[in-house]
């Protein structure tokens, strides 16, 4: 079946460091990836996206890698600031073009 | 503006009542999904439509039933055969199923049984 699962479901960094926040995902026939911010008590908001076609794909501060041999998804942020704190989750779409999300990862930025 | 409205923010239900749960997008956006979020945990799939008159179970569908006579519309509501309906609801639009691209997301009705 479908699933999608995140290896830390806390980070804690120092504000200016790099966050890596990382996702593991089951189904091999999924295409389409999306990483998404929540903030507390709203909804999410779409950060960026990578289709299977691509390893990498960068946007301002974040950038996604996909790697499909390990079915391997990360968010990288570079300089981490406060306002960066909130719940992290990653999402994938596949053949049933349902977007099937994970538990998410709450990161945490520490002034 | 465009965007995806859920109301209202918050909502109380009595044991045994049914209550629907708004959602309306002026997005133009074919397929429309809702989701539930236990506290600290991730998104699960009620239901979605990938185009009016027609929807789909998700992963929870139990307890739930949606209708979708208007593109810009999908509301859902949590009948009394939902044993433990508290839970933060999401809904959420895209251009079209299958068509890889993100969804937008309103900003949630938090439900709770009193």
């Known amino acids: 079946g479908e699933s999608v699962g995140l290896h830390l479901p806390t980070l804690s960094v120092q504000e200016g460091d790099n966050s890596i926040i990382n996702c593991a995902y089951s189904?091999?026939?999924?295409?389409?990836f999306i990483w998404y911010k929540q903030e507390s008590g709203k909804g999410p908001q779409f950060i960026i996206d990578i289709r299977s076609n691509m390893d990498k794909r960068q946007g301002q501060r974040v950038t996604v890698l996909l790697n499909k041999t390990v079915k391997h998804l990360s968010l990288q942020i570079a300089a981490t600031q406060p306002g960066d704190s909130a719940v992290y989750f990653c999402?994938?779409?596949?053949?049933?073009?349902?977007?099937?999300f994970g538990t998410g990862t709450l990161l945490a930025v520490q002034p | 503006d465009g965007g995806i409205t859920q109301s209202p923010k918050y909502l109380f239900r009595k044991e045994g009542q049914n209550v629907t749960l708004s959602c309306e997008q002026n997005?133009?956006?074919?397929?429309m999904y809702w989701y539930r979020q236990d506290p600290g945990q991730g998104l699960r799939l009620i239901y979605y439509?990938?185009?009016?008159?027609?929807?789909q179970k998700g992963d929870i569908a139990e307890g739930y039933s949606v209708s979708r006579e208007k593109k810009e519309s999908f509301p859902l509501t949590v009948t009394s055969a939902q044993k433990n309906p508290t839970a933060f609801y999401l809904c959420a639009s895209s251009i079209a199923s299958g068509r890889r691209t993100e969804a937008f997301f309103g900003q949630g009705t938090r439900l709770t049984v009193v």
């Open positions: 999402a994938e779409e596949g053949a049933t073009n349902k977007l099937i």
């Open positions: 439509s990938q185009i009016v008159n027609d929807f």
């Open positions: 189904n091999s026939a999924s295409d389409y």
């Open positions: 997005l133009n956006h074919d397929a």
